[in-house]
């Protein structure tokens, strides 16, 4: 059986969804400093630790910067680990933050057939357009609300690299209405982590979602600038869609009115993208 395989490669965390499974892990790569023979970690090539094994066990811990989210030593490898949590052959759908689409789109589609043996086929979108499909679409792909489906509507995808606004109309981007801003939850995470003092931000965003730091003066803030961002876009939206890492962290701070995805809106709404793509008789 082939399946559909959404790989959600953010600058913060990589998110995986396939058939009834879901996979997180931050968007970390390390360099072992021993042998990893019959150790029970993530690893690639039996040399890179992955994620949180990176974190916890690499005295040297990488991850790309904005401009190479698609072609990286380290994107290579968190898209290999990614592609080794998929049994069996699949299609893909991933994504892009907006500003990074039309230049990086082709590279990220390279990488990802490159692996012949396991992948058929490649669907790369822009990552809020994937985040507003989870709310769409149901889990066949099909459209779950007509009336709200044709209505103009805003996806807000707070990730920790950036924050991405792309509105619908129809379904279809409106024109002047999406854009990147460098406004994802990295700007709190780096002001925390230079008071700390020693943590990447990458730790310090586990320590705040494991409640071992509390944040909420830079949080707070991060949240008054993203919701003035959104104000800016104006156009009569009858519907706000927030999502990302990001809207996790800053729940408690967005308006009341927006409706609320999470961490992995955007991943699962990659996965039903392919559930529409690619027609029941090419997944047998």
């Known amino acids: 059986m082939v399946r559909i395989a ?30 990893l023979e019959d150790r029970k970690m993530m690893t690639v090539k039996g040399k890179w630790l992955v994620g949180e094994d990176a974190l916890d066990n690499s005295l040297i811990k990488r991850h790309s910067r904005r401009s190479e989210l698609a072609d990286s030593p380290s994107s290579q490898v968190l898209i290999e680990a990614a592609l080794n949590l998929v049994p069996g052959e699949c299609y893909v759908v991933s994504g892009l933050p907006v500003d990074m689409y039309g230049a990086q789109k082709g590279k990220l589609e390279t990488l990802l057939l490159g692996y012949k043996e396991k992948v058929r086929s490649v669907k790369i979108v822009p990552q809020p357009y994937a985040g507003l499909m989870d709310f769409l679409l149901d889990e066949e792909g099909k459209i779950k609300d007509e009336e709200v489906a044709r209505q103009p509507i805003l996806g807000v995808d707070i990730g920790t690299g950036t924050l991405g606004l792309l509105g619908l109309f ?58 003035e961002e959104v104000m800016s876009l104006r156009y009569g939206w009858k519907k706000i869609f927030c999502f990302g890492g990001g809207a996790d962290l800053l729940k408690e701070w967005i308006p009341a009115e927006w409706e609320k995805g999470d961490q992995v809106t955007v991943a699962r709404g990659m996965w039903k993208i392919g559930k529409r793509q690619w027609a029941k008789s090419e997944l047998s």
């Open 6 to 35: 959404a790989i959600d490669r953010g600058y913060g965390h990589t998110k995986v969804v396939t058939d009834g499974n879901l996979h997180c892990f931050p968007s970390v790569v390390g360099e072992a400093q021993y042998s």
């Open 170 to 227: 129809g379904m279809k981007p409106i024109q002047g209405k999406s854009r990147s801003v460098h406004l994802g939850s990295e700007t709190a995470l780096q002001a925390v982590a230079k008071i700390m003092g020693g943590l990447t931000v990458c730790e310090v965003d586990r320590e705040i979602r494991e409640g071992r730091i509390k944040a909420d003066g830079a949080l707070y803030q991060l949240a008054e600038a993203v919701i």
